[in-house]
């Protein structure tokens, strides 16, 4: 998908926030600044939003020194949402379809981006998954999808966020246990990324006891098949059904022509005027479709 | 004052809503927004926010031809504002002290900025004068400000957009009946640029009555000293005192050493920050006191 153009100015946006959070110095933050206008407009027109986005955050490691800006943030959401675990799959588990509820739990998931970090709750995840669970859903699409899966050798589920994947875990176990014949790769970024998840954060949360955790080898908030290692690709191009989670791999993949199905919260203005929703609003879409 | 470092987002921001709204074409998107992040990213560090807005307003026009794109929304406000001089000279008329009540109908028309104009009528500005009538004032440099004037051979007052420029007129006339010696330059900006008062702007309202019209000879949404022309420079350095409307002449000028009376309300987070005020907030300064 063809973002870049109308994603400048937010990604732009995103660099004067990061730059005030990390420059005290104003000639060190118009130094940065710059870069990232130089960088931004060098970028060929038709490249993608996470393109964009790694490209500002190789600058801001560079002239930072950091490597990882969202360590804490991650760890902390892993470890906050592992403990909550348990009580999220008994939802699931006195659920009626449990294969419905395990992937709109996967899709609430996606919320896990905001920022006030103390404030995560179970009640407020209970909040989010339960009205995930009472929302207008493409129930049609999901059947399709499970009879794409009682066929499927080779599933591939593209992670998103940090914390986000211990939900994704509750969806795939689910998946593992309704279709045993399916072997599933979880693929995360290859870098850190903002708050993406990463190898560590898979294997943390426990996504290696039901799938193999594969890394798409770039530093990119997305999946670009432009940038991605050759090991992904492999993967990428045997797999029969590809579960692509989050906004950042729905910037970048769609035109791919694969059998991918978009799961994920709508988070900006032009998506959610692509779709006429509303923010945060749960997008569930086939590759076909768009 | 040095804005340029935190202005870079807010004007690639305003960049990015004009080309919405004056290319339907992508490419043409892309070539107008490319073109705004260079030249913004050559710009050096220590130039002002106006001068940053000015350079993208001459790329939109070389890129769509249209040299005046709020000539309309000028005249309608011109023309809505002039039709209720009666009625807001009555608010004057009816105060207990009036250059004080001049000075705050001059802020208060500093609101004429906002987007909808259909919506502008006389209970509405009535309702921003009498707000601004009672909110806090520095009463004490208003008086500071008399006894300049009452000394005084040369005022320059540097104008901000049109229709308020009806506000001006109406504290001008009563500075000019409370103290006849003082010889009032009025400057307005030498080209079109955003809804910016110009000559044509000035003199359709009536200013000529009781001050010199002149123009700052630049294309800029400010009074930058190093762009200004040489005629508009030499009235500059020979006033005793200059009143500055607006936030683009605040953005632009401080650091003059001259003795400039700063008369705005606070549109941006970067000021709102500074003056630790709300949005729209009456700021009444003096030069020497930033």
Known sequence: MNTHVDCIACVVNKANKLADKY??????????????????AD????RTA????????????????????????????N???????????DILDNSKDKFVTALKIAM????????????????????????????????????????????SKILLYLADNAGEIVFDKIFIKEIVREYPNVE?????????????????????????EYATIISNGTD??????????????????KADVIISKGQGNFESLPGCRKNVYYLFLCKCDLLMKKFKSEKL??????????
């Open 108 to 151: 609430a998931g996606n919320i896990i981006d905001f920022g006030a970090l103390d404030e995560i709750s179970f009640n407020l995840v209970e909040e989010i998954i339960n009205k995930t669970l009472n929302s207008d859903f493409n129930e049609e699409l999901c059947r399709i999808l499970m009879d794409d899966l009682s066929k």
């Open 220 to 237: 990119l908030p997305g999946t670009d098949l432009l940038e991605v290692s050759d090991e992904f690709k492999e993967i990428f191009n």
């Open 79 to 89: 470890k906050k949402l592992m403990s909550m675990e348990r009580q999220i799959e």
């Open 50 to 77: 996470p393109f964009l986005v790694a490209k500002v955050m190789r600058i801001l490691k560079d002239e930072t020194g950091i490597d990882d800006f969202y360590s804490e943030e991650k760890s902390l959401f």
């Open 281 to 290: 609003s749960n997008i569930f879409i086939h590759e076909s479709d768009l």
């Open 43 to 46: 970028i060929d027109y038709d």
């Open 23 to 40: 420059f005290d110095d104003k000639h060190k933050k118009y130094t940065f600044m710059n870069k990232v206008l130089r960088e931004i």
């Open 184 to 208: 599933v790769f979880f693929a995360v970024r290859g870098k850190p990324v903002l708050n993406d998840a990463n190898e560590e954060d898979a294997y943390f949360v426990g996504i290696n």
